[in-house]
């Protein structure tokens, strides 16, 4: 049992009285069914939720992962003709979709240190007693980072941390240069295709990135194969694909790479990287640190090894050589629809990646297998002659992992279908054990808040809702304990990318969600030949009651969409969380404001000299220009309007529920307020990247910006972009107020 748990239950007492409603107390309503639809909807759950098996999930996952399924390998397609016979068993209209996709695989790997000693590394991951599929080494893709450019270069190393701009920043203020240089960065701090792109803008000529055991091995517990974290020889596979400038296939930007898509040349895509890129274990790394020469880093920059953390710059020299087959080949997604009764033309769409670096029993296949008993569970029903409203489409991705591939492809070419039809995607992708996480677009936040408090948790007997609420006040920031207190509904995390809601929601406004469970599951098996059957049913999910968890939240959420009068769509929680977000940027420029004045201030008196010592090099800082005063009022004003027009829509709506042409119409327009939010000329330098409210930072890679638009520009310090911005944003924001006002008079 681990220690999150244990404090957890000790302090649970203290926060009993919070969860003083009952479940039954909340089923006297659910968002969008009529009074008369309630009763006969619990009971469909019920049914539901008493067809789940664990036993399947397991039997699916063995199978599975059983060999390595990376994309274009032989077992990729044999899961892929597996998974459609199972939907096909189960009375799905199923098919295979193909596209043709630049996939590049490594020839040549070699990584040598050439001065002050010889060394060369190992660069492979050995087998592990126990775990069988792990000496499949015939099959498995060896480590290395996919759209890494071919390169061959030498040059001596600079350690940059994690290789984030403010690393980069870091550097610049002790005079370190990394121009000419080759980079090693520990992962974690960014998406690792930051990486690269930050060093490539540096001048850097070459990039190595590390698993440092502080982040992701010995330092968090024992390796494996005693313990689930990462052993000395393991290393993270993953693309390094510039995804914040658009995901899916290199040369098919925007449109499906069907067999006859018209192609760029390879030499003119975007997104690959501009300097070689390749993944190491730390026990390869630990000789190249050992060497480094130069001033010690910051405390925040030393990791677990057992050597001092140094800058580098002169010593040591290093070889890197990297060849790629730059291929192109198939890959397969798996579409199973089950058509609804009496909205057919309004999609409710469920997806989960299959594809895996390797074996991937917990990233992707701990989230498929519970997307496969939903699918399978709701057939049980459909045997007792129950059909839903709407249509449900159930989706296993292909090539996931080499950057959104199969997800985009897919939606590019049907792009013009879905933004018709599709009301709602919902995603997966790993699962372990531990809490209900969830992030997604903001107007069903309140509808996946009830789903959440109807499902129990499989530890504790209270609902998962319950557990994550009272792990938010017993562990969380002073911030975020005070909101689990105060407010009704937990807040469900902003979407920025790194899984495939991404073209659903940022490039075609398709409302989404991504669930899953985890905090619980700790390990250091992501993107290895570790990620295996053996690892995952020892520390990921013992017995597979969190996947069968899953599998109810997502199947409850599925049904709920599909089967509701009207589609569960609330504007007060999206505007107060813009009504948050635009506070933010507002407090970002003044904080901007403040800290430059400050700085230049005491530049301009002397006060900030020049430091040399044998450890520790400082140069002056350059004085930042000043920051202006941004005009926020016309984002002000359309966020007042948004607060108004929530309120009034939620009015108008209240008890209501309308029936044939009308009630059709008010779905459509309540699923195509957030097409609203999509600017078809997308987000500055990257037009892929339509959606106003929520995108991937342009260098964060997964992780998040909220009106990125406005807040990307204050942090790049563009004052004329960032005044543009704020009018874009609020005019998008006046469009989306137009659609609820639309919405509210049908009421």
Known sequence: MSGSFLRFLLSFTLVSSVFSQSVSIEKKQILGFSADAITAQYALESKFDASLKADNLRDWMKRLSARPHHLGSPYNKENADFIASQFRSWGYETKLEEFQVLFPTPKTRIVEMTAPEKFTMRLNEPQVAGDATTGQQTEQLPSYNAYSIDGDVTGPLVYVNYGTPADYEELEKRGIDVKGRIVISRYGGSWRGIKPKVAAEHGAIGCLIFSDPRNDGFYQGDVYPKGAYRNENGVQRGSVMDMPLYPGDPLTKGIGATKDAKRVDRRNAETLTKIPVLPISYSDALPLLKNLDGAVVPETWRGALPVTYHFGGKTPTVRMKLEFNWDIKPIYDVIAKMPGAERPDQWVIRGNHRDAWVNGASDPISGLVALMEEARGLSELAKTGWRPKRTIVFAAWDAEEEGLIGSTEWVETHAAELSQKAAVYINTDSNGRGFLGIGGSHTLEKFINEVGKDIPDPQTKMSVWERT??????????????????????????????????????????????????????????????????????????????????????????????????????????????????????????????????????????????????????????????????????????????????????????????????????????????????????????????????????????????????????????????????????ATIEKYVAEIDRAASIN
């Open 469 to 730: 609420r009272a792990n938010q006040i017993v562990n969380g920031s002073p911030t975020s304990r005070k909101e689990a207190m105060d407010r009704s509904d937990l807040r469900i995390s902003p979407l920025g990318s790194g899984s495939d809601y991404t073209p659903f929601l940022q490039h075609l406004g398709i409302a989404s969600l991504n669930i899953g469970f985890g905090g619980e599951d700790g390990g250091g098996s992501y993107h290895s030949i570790y990620d295996s059957f053996e690892h995952y049913q020892r520390f990921g999910d013992p017995g597979n009651v969190y996947g069968v968890a899953l599998a109810k939240v997502c199947g409850h959420a599925t049904l709920r969409l599909a089967n509701a009068d009207t589609l569960p769509f609330e504007f007060a929680n999206f505007a107060e969380t813009v009504g948050g977000y635009a506070n933010e940027v507002m407090r970002l420029a003044d904080s901007m404001r403040e800290e430059t004045k400050a700085t230049n201030q005491l530049i301009a008196n002397g006060m900030l000299k020049a430091v040399e010592d044998p450890t520790e090099t400082y140069i002056v800082p350059k004085q930042k220009g000043n920051v202006p005063f941004l005009n926020f009022a016309p984002l002000q004003n359309a966020i007042t309007k948004l607060i108004e027009s929530s309120r009034a829509f939620q009015s108008a709506a209240k008890g209501k529920h309308l029936s044939g042409t009308k009630q059709a119409e008010l779905d459509k327009l309540l699923y195509k307020t957030e097409r609203a939010l999509a600017r078809d000329q997308g987000l500055p330098r990257r037009d892929w990247f339509r959606h106003q409210i929520y995108a991937p930072g342009f260098y964060t890679g997964y992780g998040v910006k909220t009106l990125p638009g406005i807040r990307e520009a204050i942090e790049q310090r563009n004052w004329t972009e960032a005044e543009e911005q704020i009018r874009l944003a609020a």
